[in-house]
């Protein structure tokens, strides 16, 4: 509640592990016991027990005699620190050593090499260790690789290095990837009697862009990539070296190499205690954030506006607000109260696309749609399927699987699998999703930008093309759009070749005179693609333009008083004459007085001459103003039949 | 005389009435009695035959009777009706326990319902909804937040890059970019969330996806703090789950806020008892959030130090999951029309 999450607590023998999920904010100075340790006393005001590590220096002895050390890149080793123990004992570690790593997911390997590894855990400080003996030329260099260079690391894994990765060398070879992994040549055995000790700080750029560019992650890495505080060095060799002498039995050399040109000093923040109680909206006694502060290792001087000293292991802590987070981390955010704010009455801005949005979905599902949610990637295959250009569609660089290889340049496909995938459990379906599609547009500045675009499509089964029409037709009308009407689709021989939609069974939705989208069946050749049986129709709709269409303006006609009268008509056409010429000479000659064409039936077939087919209208008289006599009524219908009859090739069939 | 016959008339004719037993008899009496040669009429027409003093008081006894037997005439007329139709109801029985006929009914998809919950109740507090692409740049995704290049804080936000990679164009990890996106056009007072897709480069398992559906928030003011943060998220939870919800702030870390904190509820599905969803805990955690970082405005150009604020984000799929006590995530895009009937 205060600090950090634990994941997991698990027995361990008498003991217990806890996961503890420790921020990335914090790693530099909680990837480790001692961090955690210093967390809790602060949280639960206790003290803290530092490790022992009071080192008795053999002054015969005396480290420089044993190594030399050169940084030559101080930019990205900016410290680095050496000590020497001879006369080791190597063998197993104790009990403890050899639990506590294998806890921490280590391996234990020998009492040396594991003493670096506990203390790493213990202060969150990686070391290394090298067999002295081992060191061409008794030297360590910190540079960077050279072309060609090789190493072989403790595991055996073999690594071709470059310019651009740091290494610790001896006077010939690469001896360890710095930060990240010890070679085997110079390894610590049995035979081992001098041990170098390295306690570094690198530069976590450095070691990021090394790590990645040879794929290799280690618990050093890990920590040197976040960063640690360059003081820690000191202590955690000193710690290692009294492990060493205590367990190893080896004698400590006088003195320690440390190469540090640019000493981290204790950084100072002013902090506000207005700001505190302002951001964290409750009055905390200046004592008591004095004394939070202080159990977590800062030094604070000051009243009012205070002084603050930050400990450099603190890595995180920059501004006034990291300091604040502290404060009430600790004080405990359930102890702030809940007051609601007060602000301008400024009412929220009215969102028109969410506001079309959410009227389309309702009335796509008054008519009994279902709307589904997708994924808004296509496959490679899927790609294919549809003949999409690779110009215009954009592909992931690092795609999850070659399933989600591009983003989808179309709602369609998604909406077929889904079809396919519910064709055995459903006979009827009725589907739409509204989202957003992906595709390099072509604009006049920049050949090809990505872009995207929301659409509105769906997917009905049956013989469903007219449905389909209907359903754009009422979906249209209600969200206030009038001026609609469809247009067949003349694909360039170009376009035809990749068209998913049916060459003829295909039209353009316009209103006035924009394209807002099209409907119709969608050729055979990718519907078996997407293993679609079912016959199905589609509309597909740039729902922005349609939602810049729409409009909530709609105005009460008046239901006339006067009674309407119904006639039936059926005409008699060549079957490619499309019904929008029947209806307009029907609407033309009827004038004003016909309220309404609706076409009922459309008959080709048995009883019917082929290359012919049959259309029956119920017309609809109405007048505002009077009854129509039915003298009235059918001089009108004569009119209409006379004007049909002028095509020699139509004929209107009485009843 | 004619006294008696009128009389004798009434009774007659309130015996006849009692025998009938349907609407045919009923009708034969009727014309009896009305009709053009009925017993009324009779009398009636004889009425010039008597004395003119008697005239009056006879016409005026004949039409009485007259009224009277319409009235008792229209009652048994309806007993009779309603006699009918309950014998022909009674042989309509119909089998009340054969199920019922549906009609078709379309369905919108969970997250959508859960979607208008959460912008009905911000629109309510004043928050406005804004949208913002779901390709997004670097700049905007990252560094304007506040994640450095080269980051390991970035390592949080396992990214979809795009094609060609010197675009460095990647699909949103987050909403976070509509905060910088709107906060460059827009000057505080403001209160806005912003729902979208977001994207993961994860693994997937049953609470894990790789595409996800998040909801944004922001407010920032003078003086905006942690109190008021407490009391509009606790007022949403209270809102969505319809019923009184305990949830607890504890310290995260987000580089884009500065304090920052997660938000956990008690564990919908089990009321904090501990069980699978929750992993035992009783909490569930359902949101990040915090005080928004003085560098993202900075980035988004307003004036260090000058303003304060609060983030959050949501993720619409948990919430789903906790209302309905779904167990897969992978089930929202499923497609399923099994799943999505259910909603």
């Keep these: 509640m205060h600090f950090a999450e634990v994941g997991e607590i698990k027995r361990e023998g008498k003991d217990f592990s806890l996961d503890i999920d420790v921020r990335p904010n914090r790693s530099a100075d909680c990837f480790s016991h001692i961090g955690i340790a210093r967390e809790i006393a602060a949280i639960t005001n206790s003290k803290l027990l530092e490790p022992a590590s009071k080192i008795e220096e053999d002054k015969e002895l005396k480290a420089k005699n044993f190594i030399k050390v050169e940084v030559k890149n101080s930019g990205d080793c900016r410290r680095y620190t050496s000590r020497v123990i001879t006369g080791v004992k190597v063998g197993p570690s104790p009990q403890y050593i050899r639990k506590m790593l294998k806890v921490c997911g280590l391996r234990p390997i020998n009492n040396i090499v594991d003493i670096a590894n506990y203390v790493m855990l213990e202060t969150g400080q990686p070391l290394h260790t090298f067999d002295g003996d081992k060191l061409e030329g008794k030297k360590i260099i910190v540079r960077f690789a050279k072309k060609g260079e090789r190493i072989v690391t403790l595991d055996g894994e073999k690594y071709d290095l470059d310019n651009e990765i740091l290494v610790i060398a001896d006077a010939e070879k690469p001896v360890a990837i710095a930060g990240i992994k010890g070679g085997k040549s110079p390894e610590i055995d049995e035979k081992t009697n001098i041990v170098v000790l390295e306690s570094a700080n690198f530069n976590p750029k450095t070691i990021r862009n090394s790590s990645k560019s040879i794929d290799l992650k280690t618990d050093a890495s890990l920590r040197f990539e976040h960063g640690v505080d360059p003081n820690l060095t000191e202590i955690a060799i000193n710690r290692a070296a009294f492990l060493i002498q205590k367990i190893a039995k080896g004698k400590v050399s006088q003195g320690k190499i440390d190469i540090y040109p640019r000493k981290i000093l204790p950084n100072k923040i002013k902090l506000d205690l207005d700001y505190v109680k302002n951001l964290l909206g409750i009055l905390i006694p200046e004592k008591e954030i004095k004394n939070i502060l202080e159990k977590l290792g800062f030094k604070v001087s000051g009243s009012k506006i205070l002084s603050i000293e930050v400990p450099t292991r603190r890595l995180d802590v920059l501004t006034q607000e990291d300091l604040i987070e502290d404060i009430g981390r600790v004080y405990g955010y359930q102890k702030i109260p809940t007051i609601f704010p007060l602000a301008s009455l400024i009412p929220p801005r009215r969102n028109l696309n969410v506001f079309w949005e959410d009227s389309t979905k309702d009335i796509l599902k008054e008519m009994g749609f279902n709307e589904v949610y997708n994924y808004s990637f296509i496959s490679e295959n899927d790609a294919e399927a549809l003949n999409y250009g690779k110009g215009e569609l954009i592909e992931l660089e690092n795609p999850l699987s070659s399933d989600h290889q591009y983003l989808r340049p179309s709602l369609i496909p998604n909406l077929l699998k889904n079809i396919a995938d519910n064709q055995k459990n459903f006979q009827d379906i009725k589907i739409f999703e509204i989202g957003n599609i992906f595709k390099k547009f072509v604009t006049k500045k920049s050949a090809q930008k990505p872009a995207e675009k929301v659409m509105l499509t769906g997917v009905l089964t049956g013989d469903a093309f007219y449905q389909t029409k209907g359903v754009i037709d009422s979906l249209l009308n209600k969200i206030g759009i009038s001026d609609i009407w469809y247009n067949e689709y003349n694909p360039t021989p170009e376009e035809s070749k990749s068209c998913l939609w049916h060459l003829k069974k295909c039209a353009e939705i316009k209103v006035g005179r924009e394209e807002i989208g099209f409907l119709g069946e969608i050729s055979s050749r990718v519907a078996n693609n997407f293993k679609v049986e079912k016959k199905i129709a589609v509309f597909d709709l740039d729902f922005g333009k349609l939602s810049s269409l729409a409009s909530e303006e709609s105005e009460y006609r008046p239901v006339s008083r006067f009674p309407a009268a119904v006639r039936d008509i059926a005409v008699l056409i060549p079957r490619l004459t499309k019904v929008e010429e029947v209806l307009r000479k029907i609407q033309k000659n009827g004038g004003d007085l016909v309220k309404d064409v609706d076409l009922f039936d459309i008959y080709e077939g048995e009883s019917i001459e082929e290359g012919k087919k049959n259309l029956a209208f119920h017309i609809i008289f109405q007048s505002e103003d009077k009854t129509l006599s039915s003298q009235e009524i059918d001089l009108l219908q004569n009119k209409i039949i006379k004007a049909l009859e002028e095509n020699p090739e139509w004929q209107v069939r009485k009843q | ?343």
């Design chain 2, 1 to 343: 005389m004619v006294k008696v016959d009128l009389k004798l008339l009434k009774n007659q004719a309130k015996i006849e009435l009692g025998k009938i037993k349907d609407l045919k008899e009923l009708n034969d009496i009727s014309n009896k009695y009305f009709g053009k040669e009925g017993k009324i009429g009779q009398i009636l027409g004889s009425l010039e035959k008597l004395p003119k003093d008697k005239r009056a008081s006879v016409g005026k006894s004949a039409n009485d009777l007259k009224e009277f037997l319409k009235v008792i005439f229209e009652k048994k007329s309806e007993e009779i009706k309603f006699k009918i139709k309950k014998e022909q109801e009674t042989k309509d029985w119909i089998d009340i326990t054969a199920p019922g006929k549906k009609p078709t009914l379309g369905h919108l998809h969970p997250l959508t319902q859960t979607k208008r919950k959460v912008e009905e109740i911000f629109q309510s507090m004043g928050f406005s909804i804004i949208e913002g692409p779901e390709i997004e740049t670097e700049w905007y995704n990252f560094d304007a937040l506040n994640i450095p290049k080269n980051h390991p804080a970035r390592d949080q936000w396992d990214t979809f890059w795009l094609k060609p990679e010197n675009l460095r164009l990647l699909l949103r990890t987050h909403t976070s970019p509509v905060q910088v996106r709107y906060m460059e056009k827009n000057n505080p007072p403001l209160r806005i969330i912003a729902p979208g897709n977001v994207f993961r480069h994860e693994a997937t398992d049953a609470s894990h996806e790789f595409q996800l559906y998040q909801v944004e928030g922001l407010m920032v003011d003078k003086g905006i703090s942690v109190p008021s943060f407490k009391a509009v998220v606790g007022e949403f939870f209270r809102r969505f789950f319809q019923k009184e919800v305990k949830f607890r702030l504890r310290p995260d870390f987000f580089p884009f806020t500065e304090p920052s904190f997660d938000i956990s509820i008690t564990c919908v599905v089990c009321g904090g008892k501990g069980c699978s969803v929750c992993k035992g805990t009783g909490w569930v955690e359902v949101a990040g959030a915090g005080m928004v970082n003085q560098n993202v405005f900075k980035y988004s150009g307003y004036i260090r130090g000058k303003w304060q604020g609060w983030a959050f984000g949501f993720g619409l799929e948990r919430l789903t999951m906790m209302k309905y006590k779904i167990n897969d995530i992978r089930l929202f895009r499923s497609g399923d029309l099994r799943f999505l009937n259910q909603f």
